[in-house]
């Protein structure tokens, strides 16, 4: 991403799911109020407005803006996924959330209730995490660290987290969405051992990526998608086959604990006919870290 702006797919995907109240009420899976901040005021409050607005008024507010459809359908079902991960950990008794690339992620807002006082950790390239606090100030139960994956030196990430009170002991959730295929593949390495050194055995991880194929033989729209997120400085440069990744996270110490494409978690949540809609090529993998590392040097 360019080192002086924030990140313009960090407030796409926040936008994305602003817009879920002017969706079918059956594809409202994961409401996020400050979806629409980073937009500004009057952004959200056309939004409030329009979502008391009867179905047929809400369904021509897409009109200027139909190619956002299926992205905010897309969007609803990749947070009501991971939303899901949180809470569970959370009731399964997790105590620590970190979010990597946190953009305007306000799950550390939106799901206090789920989260009661479980501290929510925050990190994010510098300039994304600036206008983040601009927007959304300060919570008593978030914490923000400002840190590139690309130049910062990934091993200090356990130190710079426990200066912060983040116990390495205790088993963490990492959230990791959307930000995978923006990174090098020796970023994304560097990150999973930085994870696997701040989280107690039995932490998980959870994240998105771009299945491998979708970057070796790409379909028209997702040659447009490339186009348009490499022409704003933030390119896909990564993508996995489902089975090599699995082997990468075992060499990381990682176990899968699932891993599905959003065409199956789309039909499950939001019936066959949405489904249709939401992008394809694209994974949620949720990942436990091992006691043990097993790496093969043959
Ligand atoms: C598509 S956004 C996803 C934001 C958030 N996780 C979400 O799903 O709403 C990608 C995020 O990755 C962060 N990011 C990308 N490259 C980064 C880097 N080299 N260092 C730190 N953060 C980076 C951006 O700042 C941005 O917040």
């Known amino acids: 991403m360019r ?37 500004g005021a009057r952004a959200e409050r056309w939004v409030t407005r329009l979502a008391d607005a009867p179905g047929p008024v809400r369904a021509l507010a897409w009109a200027p803006m139909l190619p956002m459809f299926p992205w905010a359908l897309y969007m609803q079902v990749r947070t009501r996924v991971i939303d899901d991960a949180v809470r569970a950990f959370v009731a399964d008794g997790g105590r620590q959330v970190v979010i990597l690339g946190a953009g305007f992620d306000a799950r550390g807002w939106r799901l206090r209730e789920a989260l009661g006082d479980v501290i929510v950790y925050e990190v994010d390239h510098p300039a994304t995490a600036a206008l983040k606090r601009e927007r959304f100030g300060a919570h008593p139960f978030v914490r923000a660290l400002r840190w590139n994956f690309e130049r910062d030196p990934m091993p200090s990430l356990v130190d710079r987290l426990a200066e912060l009170g983040h116990d390495r002991r205790e088993r963490t959730l990492t959230l990791w969405e959307g930000v995978t295929m923006y990174l090098t593949p020796e970023a994304f390495s560097a990150t999973l051992d930085a994870v696997r050194a701040y989280s107690a055995p039995g932490s998980e991880l959870a994240f998105n990526y771009i299945d491998r194929a979708l970057i070796d033989r790409p379909s028209v729209a997702a ?13 896909f440069k990564l993508g996995f086959a489902p089975d090599a990744l699995r082997e990468t996270l075992r060499e990381h110490g990682f176990r899968v604990l699932r891993d599905r494409g959003f065409e199956e978690h789309a039909r499950a949540l939001l019936g066959e006919r949405w489904a249709r809609v939401v992008r394809r090529g694209r994974r949620i993998a949720l990942v436990e870290r091992t006691a043990t590392v097993v790496r093969d040097d043959t």
């Open 223 to 235: 040659t447009a998608v490339r186009a348009v997120v490499r022409a704003v400085g933030e390119p």
């Open 3 to 39: 080192p002086e702006r924030p990140s313009f797919t960090a407030a796409f995907v926040a936008a994305c799911r602003g817009l879920a109240p002017l969706l079918p009420a059956r594809a409202q899976l994961a409401l996020d109020p400050y979806g629409m901040r980073v937009l």
